[in-house]
Nanobody
Framework: QVQLVQSGGGLVQAGGSLRLSCAASGSIFSINTMAWYRQAPGKQRELVAL???????NYAESVKGRFTISRDNAKKTVYLQMNSLKPEDTADYYC???????????????WGQGTQVTVSS
């Protein structure tokens, strides 16, 4: 069984910072791209940031310069450091990982359980 377990999140004032973590566990051979998505009430889930196995990153325009995605391959963990938070960053945040479970297996997408981030004005 492969699991992604998220931690972090909560309530913060505008301008504040939060850090999200997402740790993968279980039968894992390797992890390809890891990413963070978010879904605000009444809106579709959107990609916030992603990081490849080689460390290349990509960000949504709305978070560039404020959020930083990173990963610790030894810990099978991806992080999202969120600075200068705005009320419009309020959403449920989900981690996602493309996980390969065996040497000749294809990657499969797994999701974390989600964590709420609320930014008050």
């Amino acid at each position: 069984q492969v699991q992604l377990v998220q931690s972090g999140g909560g309530l913060v004032q505008a301008g504040g910072s939060l850090r999200l973590s997402c740790a993968a566990s279980g039968s894992i051979f390797s992890i390809n791209t890891m990413a963070w998505y978010r879904q605000a009430p009444g809106k579709q889930r959107e990609l916030v940031a992603l990081i490849t196995s080689g460390g290349s990153t990509n960000y949504a325009e709305s978070v560039k310069g404020r959020f930083t995605i990173s990963r610790d391959n030894a810990k099978k963990t991806v992080y999202l450091q969120m600075n200068s938070l705005k009320p419009e960053d309020t959403a449920d945040y989900y981690c996602n990982a493309d996980i390969v479970k065996c040497r000749f297996c294809s990657g499969e997408a797994f999701w974390g359980q989600g964590t709420q981030v609320t930014v008050s004005s």
